[in-house]
Each structure stands twice: as C-alpha cells, then as structure tokens.
C-alpha cells in the first residue's frame, strides 16, 4: 500500500493561514489524496480529496505538488475549531480497489489564540 | 439525516462477553469498513465490505467477526471479548471509487473488564 508522511504536530497562530504537508512518494498514477480530520472526542471528518490540480471547497484548499509526490492542505485563516488531528492518506481511484486502508497518527494542529 | 449510525455509544463487557456493534447508513454506499482507534494512535482497519455479501480482512481482524446481509448495516461481532479489545470503534462508508470520501459514524467506546 501506498504510504503517507506527516508531521506530528504543529502549531499556528489563530486567524492565520496553516500549511499542513504530507509525503506520498509512493503515490500511484490512480491513487487520489484524500484529507481528514478528526476533532476531539469526534469520529474522523473529511475536508477534501484530489487527483492531480489543487481543490478548493468551503472548509479548505489541497496543494498537490507536480509531481504529485506531495501535497499540502491550506487552512487559509485558522480558528479554534480548526484544532484537530488531520490525516494525509491515500486511496486508489479504480472501482473496488485496493480499500485496505489504515490512518496513520496524522499532524495534530494546535491552534494558538 | 443522511450519515452513518453507530450504537450502542457506549459499552463495557466482561471479559469472555460477546457483544455486536451495529452500524447503519443510509446513503447507499457499497463500502463500509470498521476501524478501532487505541489512545494517541491512528485508526487501524479492522474489518471491510465492498458490497452484501463481500467482506474481507483488514490490518488488525483477530477477535472480531462481520457479515454484511445488506448494503445498509455492518454489524461487528466480538465473540469473546478481551481487556485488549478496549478501544473506540468507527464505522466508515463510502461509494467505492477512490474519488470519493468516506462518512464516519460518530464512534462506541468499548470497554472490557
């Protein structure tokens, strides 16, 4: 399976714009980058997905670096409830693929007033 | 409200106890997996089902039994539960093509004695 690479933690001013990376040098021609997030004591919540150009929806914007071996979710103006575990994974674009998929520990953002 | 149903929310077991923890969608997803989240991890596959009838093994299946009869429920079945099976249950569902997100449920938390 295609793997992800995330930090573990990081921290952001609030009302300020937070860049979240992830590594998926693995990343397969078929594979979409999909984000979530998870808010305490909350089931995970997605944010957005894309394949090969950037996304934007209400909550966020995906960055997906050319060689799509990156991509980076842009929070463009932090509050506190944007405080929360965000998860990078991977996940193959054919029908009934490969649906094994694990979260890792994810980048827990913290958000400082 | 369209989403995923997971109940009961919460549960303590002795240990040797069987239990079934059911989840219910109603959007006519194919997909539908269960993750167990331990304290300060990721979510770890359990069990997935790309259709009724389809279920297949995911990263962590010992102790744990499914059967998906329909496309809306996904029961888990622990049939004899352990003080290691102490942990939060998500249930997920999906339309099973990489381009879209998955829906969680908002969790059990499972606690054995």
């Known amino acids: 399976d295609a793997k992800t690479t995330q930090p573990n933690s990081m921290e952001s001013n609030e009302e300020e714009p937070v860049h979240l990376p992830c590594n998926h040098s693995?990343?397969?021609?078929?594979?979409?980058i999909h984000w979530y997030r998870q808010l305490p004591s909350q089931g995970p919540e997605y944010v957005i997905h894309?394949?090969?150009s950037n996304v934007n929806n209400r909550m966020a914007s995906l960055a997906i670096a050319e060689d799509r071996k990156s991509s980076t979710l842009i929070l463009h103006r932090a509050t506190l409830r944007d405080a929360a575990v965000y998860y990078c994974?991977?996940?193959?674009?054919?029908?009934?693929?490969?649906?094994?998929?694990?979260f890792g520990t994810g980048t827990r953002l913290t958000i400082i007033p | 409200n369209a989403g995923v149903t997971q109940t009961p929310k919460f549960q303590v077991l002795k240990t040797g106890q069987s239990m079934t923890l059911q989840c219910a969608q109603d959007?006519?997803?194919?997909?539908m997996s269960w993750y167990r989240q331990d304290p300060g991890m990721g979510l770890r596959l359990i069990h997935y089902s790309v259709g009724a009838g389809i279920t297949d093994q995911g990263e962590v299946p010992n102790g744990y039994n499914v059967s998906r009869s329909t496309t809306e429920d996904f029961p888990l079945r622990l049939l004899s539960a352990a003080p290691s099976q102490t942990s939060v249950y998500f249930c997920?569902?999906?339309?099973?093509?990489?381009?879209?997100?998955?829906?969680f449920g908002s969790g059990t938390r499972l606690t054995v004695v």
């Open positions: 959007m006519n997803h194919e997909y």
């Open positions: 894309g394949l090969t």
């Open positions: 693995t990343i397969s021609g078929t594979d979409y």
């Open positions: 997920a569902s999906s339309y099973v093509t990489g381009s879209n997100g998955y829906t």
């Open positions: 994974i991977l996940r193959e674009g054919g029908n009934f693929g490969n649906e094994k998929l694990t």
